[in-house]
């Protein structure tokens, strides 16, 4: 990006920039540059997915590593599509960004690029983010500042890396079979954020132009279904099961996830064959189900077991997810653990 206050940031050029402030960076490795796309990422879109993990997945072999540099604001969703378009990856593939442009004096860009690369070199082999010298599980991240430099947070799963004054990084995914491409996408899919207030007529009037849906619940995956109140949700979850529209819950809250057994309301999605989406982030839910109507739309119970087994670490499995007021479950928990 160049400009700023009192102009508006727009996109810039990259590699004269790069090689300008950032000389160090060649010395690390033997870089070979490339430009994708050189835009806003808030104009990032589906169709620009399937076109980069594509042309990842046809570079990937020839090289030790990839850095993709990236706006910050749909950083996450990107390398949670990545994540699930680029299986079993031959090399790291690390997403960085900055708050700050890289021309500025005060940027953080020139360490994250150089943490980036040095995570390329030696991190885990999946999709990950770098940034603010640590490594974060590409589909466990979130954006969770504007004006600060630690702008990321992994609230549901351990950072891979730490780049100090060393470089230490753990083992991350194991490869699972050969390194392959789903680049398909289905983009019909919209992504519901319940508040109080919140009037069901609206999203019931959505259900015929979309394919599938994803809830952002409260806590463990609550929403109001109280009739007499008169905005209950449980119309909507009835009406999108007669229409073949899938729904994913997940939570608001950062840590945890949702478990739709422990209240009312979450029983009765689950009896109305909505699935829990665990501690999956509302933007790696987003993704995934994407992928998962492009690739199982014609099997509910297929596109049930892609969305709730894990893919590409997005999700934790065999552990509970449910709020800290519940001893008795945390206990039983504890001892299914113990017993696995």
Known sequence: MAGGRPSALRPAAFFKTLKARVPELFELADIELELFSNLDSSEMQPE??????????????????????????????????????????????????????????????????????????????????????????????????????????????????????????EPGLKSRGAFRLFERLDPRVFLLKVYPGLDPSLPLQLLPHVRGLVLEAYGAGNFPIDPELGRSLRPLFLQARERGVPVVVVSQAHRNGVDLSLYESGAAALEAGAMGGADMTPSAALVKLMQGLAYHSGSEQGLGRYIQAPVAGELTVGRPTVAPEAPNRRRAARRSRGES
Request: one cysteine or more; aromatic letters at 8%; charged letters at 20%.
């Open 48 to 169: 620009l997915w399937s076109r980069m993990a594509a042309h990842l997945h046809a570079r990937l072999p020839h090289f030790d590593g990839a850095v993709v540099t990236h706006g910050t604001d749909t950083l996450a969703y990107t390398a949670s599509a990545l994540s699930f378009m680029l299986r079993n990856p031959p090399c790291p593939v690390v997403l960085t960004g900055s708050q700050r442009p890289l021309g500025k004096i005060r940027s953080d860009a020139r360490l994250n690029l150089i943490d980036a690369v040095m995570s390329a070199l030696q991190g885990p082999r999946e999709v990950t983010i770098c940034f603010d010298s640590h490594l974060y599980r590409g589909n466990r991240a979130r954006k969770v500042k504007v004006a600060e430099y630690d702008a990321f947070d992994s609230p549901n799963f351990p950072v891979l890396g730490t780049l100090g004054v060393d470089a230490t990084f």
